[in-house]
Structure formats: C-alpha cells, structure tokens
C-alpha cells in the first residue's frame, strides 16, 4: 500500500526531474550520442533487472548507478538523466506503477544533479567520450558526480520510505539506515566502474563496451545479496531463540518482538545512530534467552520460590550472555542482555550497578520489558492499559528506571503508539505462572529455606 502522501513525494520527485531537464539544453551535438545513450539505458535495465534485496526486503540494491554516471561523462546531464529515466520501463514484473514513478524520478534526478556537478567542477570538459589527455583531470569531477548521484539516491529512498505509512515500509528504513555506511561504500566503490565504460567507449564499441562490465557489476549484486541474505540469517537465529524461551513460559509468547520494539521505538526518539539502534532492536530481542537455563519448573511456578529458586531466576541475564556471547555481531547488544534487570538505584541483578554504572541499552530495554509486562495479560491478572503502564513507569522512574529513558518512551508512545497483545488463551493444564520478574506491580515471593 503506497500512502497518498508518498504519492505526493513521488510527483514531486519525478515533476522536479521532468522540469529540470526540460529546461536544460541536450549536449547531443557529438558523434554517436544516440547510440550511446541506448547502449546505456540497456545496460541499465539489465543491471537493474536483478537487484538485491536488502535485510528488511522492503528496498533494493543494483549496480544500475554504473551506466547512470557512464552517462555522466559521456552524454551530459540531461543525457544521464534520461538514462536514470528508462527504470520505469524495469523488467522487474512485480514492480507497481508508483515504484516505477519514482524509480524513474530518482535515477533521472540523481543523473542529472550528477551532471551538473561534474559540469560545475570542470565548465571546460566537452561531454563524450573522454580522450587519454583528458585524465588526471577527469577523476575530481567524476568524483564529485558520483558523490552527489549516490547521496541523492540514498536521499530520495530513505525519504519516500519515511513518509509512507505502511508497518514494512518503518522496516524497510530501519534495515537501510543500519545497512547505510555498507550502501555508501558500495555505492562510490562501483561508481567508479561508470568512468571505465566512458573509458572503454573511446576506444572500443559501445556494445562491447558494456558486455565487458557486466561481469563485475554482477558480482557487486551477488555480494551485497550474499551480505543480505546473511542479515536474515542472523534474524531468523533470533527469532528461534525467542521462540525456544516462549515454550517455556506460556505467558511470555510475543514478549519478545514487543520489547524489541519498544527499545527500537525509544532509541529513534532519543536519535541513537541507526547501526547502534539496529543492535539495540537485536538485544531486546534475545534479552530473556537465559531464560533457557532456568528450570521450567522454576519459571511455571505458582507459589512462592524458594531462595535457591529466586536464585535460578535472577542468573538468568548472565546465562542469557553465556548463550549468545560468541555470536559476534551483537557487539554492544550483550551489555543489554547481561544488565537489564539492573536498577537505578542499585537494587537489581545480577550486578547492582547503579545510576550510569547501567549500559544504556540496558536502561533502554529495562523500561521496554517493564511496560509490556504490565500491558499484557498473566495468569495473576488481566493486562493493564497503556496510561497506567505509564503510571507504573512513571512511579519507578529515579528508583527502578532512568527517568530520562522513561520520558523518551512515552514520547515514542505519543508519536508511534503502541499496540497491546491479544488476549492470551487458557494455558495447559498445570502451566500456571504466578510469578513475574519482569512486572514491577507483581514483586516475587521468595521463602527461607532450612
């Protein structure tokens, strides 16, 4: 589903492209220009034809920017334009008529202010194939066009995805922002291959020019497909982990997900850099998979827990970093896992940290984890409404939270909203759990032993 303010975005996107090359003169005064621009925007296609689906699959990567600042040297702006331009006409079937609008509008405005960049650098360079004589000279403003063209692209993507509404499309941004320092670097890294089929044309034919370069531009798709594929891989061990700890608690079953997005939700309101929020999202996630070594006896249990018990209960963060230690891409993400159980003033576990002595995806996920609890159902209890989970946050913000976290969340509820869980069935018979570590209304009961 496009919303009707993206729709708007993408016919102010393809209206500026339409009017800026409208109004700019066509460098087609030298030998071969038609043809060269037909030989690119085939090229293009082709490039394109297969992109790279990034983590979230909600956008795509192509080397198709290759041909696009070919164009660039060898055709002028409006000729990169134009060549940007023939995305609307992808062979990709399953793109609608709004993702081949704005394609079309992006890689035709992203040409043509590539262009004009390359102009402003070097107003003497006559637009066609460069000769030997023209390098050095060439590379600063090819550099220029090709920073402006990939900035422009990466702009204009992350934008229509934020201002369309839908659910995938707030994904789709999130696995593009965290996924951004990787896009830049392949984005310049492969531009650079449009100054080569410049090159190749003033000394072979075009065609075989641009048969010669799609080997490495394919290779550039396989190995940004390789690096998204590997992302959903480490989501997908995410989510089995989640799902092996909610078998064991029947009252948990989504918790996960939704602390996880709760600390995703808190991390854009506070402005955490993307590939920081990204770890965050994968600690909330996985921050009660030390649940997994706790007795299932011990978690199900109705009545009070024997110390040794409230033992077991409370080692469940340190077992929970055992688990996922070596899994190296979480980096940050193990702080978050090991302390969130801590509290501000020092009374928590497994540590006792105390006020900043506590990670701050720690913190984070503390105040996450505390609000979906109280808002969803236990066997104890119906769950509670937002407003008084925001009481209870409230209440303990200084003592269990950071009141600092705790104003951020309830600025993300206010901005994002929040939906509860549904109602959760019956459990089977003798899966009860009475006893909540996560829920600050509902303190354990812990007995002395002898």
Same mark, same amino acid.
């Given at each position: ?11 102010? $996107? ?47 990567? !192509? ?19 134009? $060549? ?37 650098? =070097?107003?003497? *360079?006559?637009?066609?194939?460069? !000769? ?64 080569? #089929?410049?090159?190749?044309?003033? $000394? ?27 992302? %959903? ?17 029947? *009252? ?5 997900? %939704?602390? !996880?997005?709760? !600390? ?45 018990? *409230? ?11 055992? #688990? ?31 006020? =900043?002595? #506590?990670?701050?995806?720690?913190? #984070?996920?503390?105040?996450? =984890?505390?609000? =979906? ?78």
């Amino acid at each position: 589903m496009v919303s009707r303010v993206a729709w708007l975005y993408t016919a102010l $996107v393809v209206g500026s492209a339409a009017g800026l090359m409208a109004v700019t003169p066509l460098n087609s005064h030298h030998r071969h220009f038609w043809f060269n621009l037909i030989v690119l925007q085939l090229l293009f296609l082709i490039c394109d034809c297969p992109p790279a689906p990034l983590a979230a699959r909600q956008s795509a990567w !192509s080397p198709s920017s290759a041909a696009t600042l070919a164009g660039v040297v060898l055709l002028g702006p409006v000729g990169a334009a134009l $060549v940007g331009a023939v995305s609307v006409l992808s062979l990709r079937r399953q793109l609608r008529l709004a993702s081949r609008l704005f394609n079309g509008g992006m890689y035709a405005l992203a040409g043509y202010l590539a262009g004009q960049a390359f102009a402003f650098v =070097d107003p003497r *360079y006559a637009f066609g194939p460069p !000769s030997g004589k023209a390098f050095p000279g060439l590379l600063g403003p090819f550099v220029a066009a090709a920073m402006v063209h990939v900035l422009v692209n990466l702009l204009l993507m992350w934008g229509v995805l934020r201002v369309n509404q839908d659910r995938s499309q707030a994904d789709g941004r999130l696995a593009m922002e965290s996924s951004l320092t990787l896009l830049l670097a392949s984005d310049l890294g492969f531009a650079a291959l449009g100054l080569v #089929i410049a090159a190749l044309f003033a $000394v072979i034919n075009g065609v075989v020019a641009a048969l010669l370069v799609l080997v490495p531009l394919f290779v550039a798709r396989w190995a940004m497909g390789q690096f998204a594929e590997e992302q %959903r891989a480490y989501a997908a061990t995410m989510a089995a982990l989640c799902q092996a700890v909610e078998t064991k608690d029947f *009252y948990t079953r989504g918790h996960s997900e %939704r602390v !996880s997005r709760g !600390s995703g939700m808190i991390a854009r309101q506070i402005g955490m850099r993307p590939d920081r929020a990204e770890a965050l999202v994968f600690a909330g996630m996985l921050h009660d998979v030390g649940k997994l070594g706790v007795p299932t006896k011990v978690l199900q249990k109705a009545g009070p827990l024997t110390e040794e018990e *409230y033992a077991a209960i409370q080692l469940h963060p340190m077992r929970g970093l055992e #688990i996922v230690r070596e899994i190296g891409f979480l980096n940050e993400a193990l702080a978050g896992i090991m302390h969130h159980h801590e509290r501000i003033d020092g009374r928590g576990y497994p540590m006792g940290f105390a006020g =900043d002595e #506590i990670p701050e995806f720690a913190r #984070i996920i503390g105040v996450a =984890d505390a609000f =979906d609890s109280i808002t969803s159902t236990r066997s104890y209890r119906r769950a509670r409404t937002i407003a008084e989970g925001v009481d209870e946050l409230r209440k303990g913000a200084g003592s269990q939270f950071d009141p600092a976290i705790v104003a951020a969340f309830i600025g993300a509820l206010e901005r994002d909203g929040w939906k509860l869980p549904e109602a959760a069935d019956a459990p089977p018979a003798g899966l009860i759990t009475a006893q909540d570590h996560d829920d600050p209304t509902a303190p354990l009961r812990v007995i002395e032993t002898t």
